[in-house]
C-alpha cells in the first residue's frame, strides 16, 4: 500500500513561482506523476518522472515552466512551478505508477494523493 501526500499549494500572482511536493509512504514505484484538475474539466496529466530520476517528460502547456524533480532518499517527488498563469490555477495531484515509460492518462496510476490547490491571481 502506498500513501501520498501533497503540500506547497497557495495563492500566487501571475508570473510568480510555487514548488508542490509529494511525499510518499510505503514502497513507491517506478513513475512518479503530477495531475490536475480544474473545476469542471477532466484530470489532466502535468509531469512524470521514473525512479532514478534521469527520465521525464511534461504535458506542452507546462514545458519550460514547469520541473519535476524526485528525492528517493526522502521518499519524496516536487514539482517547481514558474511563471505560473491563471490557466494554472487548479487542483495538482500526484500519483505513482508501476508502469515504464511516460504514462499520461489518469487510469495508469495506481495510487493518488488528495491534492493541493494552486491559485493563479490576473
Known amino acids: 500500500q502506498v500513501q501520498l501526500a501533497e503540500s506547497g499549494g497557495g495563492l500566487v500572482q501571475t508570473g510568480g513561482s510555487l514548488r508542490l511536493s509529494c511525499t510518499a509512504s510505503?514502497?513507491?514505484?517506478?513513475?512518479m506523476g503530477w495531475f490536475r484538475q480544474a473545476p469542471g474539466l477532466e484530470r489532466e496529466f502535468v509531469a512524470n518522472?521514473?525512479?532514478?530520476?534521469?527520465?521525464?517528460y511534461y504535458a506542452d502547456a507546462v514545458k519550460g515552466r514547469f520541473t519535476i524533480s524526485r528525492d528517493n532518499a526522502k521518499n519524496t517527488v516536487y514539482l517547481q512551478m514558474d511563471s505560473l498563469k491563471p490557466e494554472d490555477t487548479a487542483n495538482y495531484y500526484c500519483a505513482t505508477s508501476r508502469r515504464v515509460g511516460y504514462p499520461q492518462r489518469p487510469d495508469d496510476y495506481d495510487y493518488w494523493g488528495q491534492g493541493t490547490q494552486v491559485t493563479v491571481s490576473s
Open positions: 518522472i521514473n525512479w532514478s530520476g534521469g527520465r521525464t
Open positions: 510505503g514502497r513507491t514505484l517506478n513513475i
